[in-house]
């Protein structure tokens, strides 16, 4: 059987979100934007505290009004988290003739997108979607995986990416010693190194994944 949503990353860099709503929900959207490199409006007559809050810190930009047909045409991202099912269904005919992304809380089959339950360790992201029919697994499995995941993966993340960039470098073209510098990365005990906290180490370690590719690069004296 076919599923609904496909699973994909969306830069959400210079893309401007519009939410439409003040409230509980509206906010749960808004906190989950602000992880993001992205332009929020929040609409709506009444505005959550926290909401306010945000615009002080200009974390956000609140216009304290009625939605406005056809306004949600104009942004890149839209969530219909009004408290009226009118102004929802408004906002969402509005962006689907628009061709504008629209989630439409509480009710998937007027939503282009549905959000995930996330877990993010510095660059990693781990997504669980049950296409909107058991969201209640998804955040349980969430629970799973930041065991499955813990704390260190954030630093570990950090490292990694760098790793990457001085392998490239290193080995620019021969996709092998890329390969084996990879594997060697992630058979290593990062668990201890991170747990000891010593930068030394970890570069020493670094150094030496590439090393060893190094001298076996080097031509046999036999």
Not at 110 to 118: G, K, L, W
Not at 164 to 182: I, L
Request: proline share 5%; net charge negative; hydrophobic share 40%.
């Amino acid at each position: 059987m076919a599923n609904t949503y496909m699973p994909i990353t969306l830069s959400m860099k210079q893309r401007t979100c519009l939410v439409v709503g003040g409230g509980a929900v509206a906010l749960r959207k808004v906190d989950t934007l602000l992880d993001y490199e992205t332009t929020i409006t929040v609409v709506a007559p009444e505005i959550n505290e926290k909401l306010e809050y945000y615009a002080t810190k200009n974390l956000i930009t609140v216009e304290k009004r009625p939605y406005k047909s056809p306004e949600a045409g104009n942004y890149g991202l839209v969530i219909a988290a009004s408290d009226a099912d009118g102004v929802n269904h408004q906002v969402r005919d509005d962006c689907v003739a628009a061709s504008v992304l629209v989630n439409v809380v509480d009710d998937p089959s007027r939503c282009d997108f549905i959000f995930p339950a996330v877990l993010r360790r510095d660059c990693l992201t781990t997504a669980i979607s049950t296409d909107g029919k058991a969201p209640f697994v998804s955040s349980h499995l969430r629970v799973i995986l930041s065991n499955i995941f813990p704390a260190h993966w954030n630093p570990l993340m950090r490292y990694a990416a760098a790793f990457r960039k001085r392998v490239q470098e290193h080995w620019g073209s021969d996709a092998v010693k890329k390969e084996a510098c990879f594997a060697d990365f992630l058979e290593t005990d990062w668990k201890t190194l991170l747990k000891n906290k010593d930068k030394e180490a970890i570069e020493a370690e670094l150094i030496s994944i590439i090393d060893r590719e190094e001298t076996s690069a080097q031509p046999s004296d036999e």
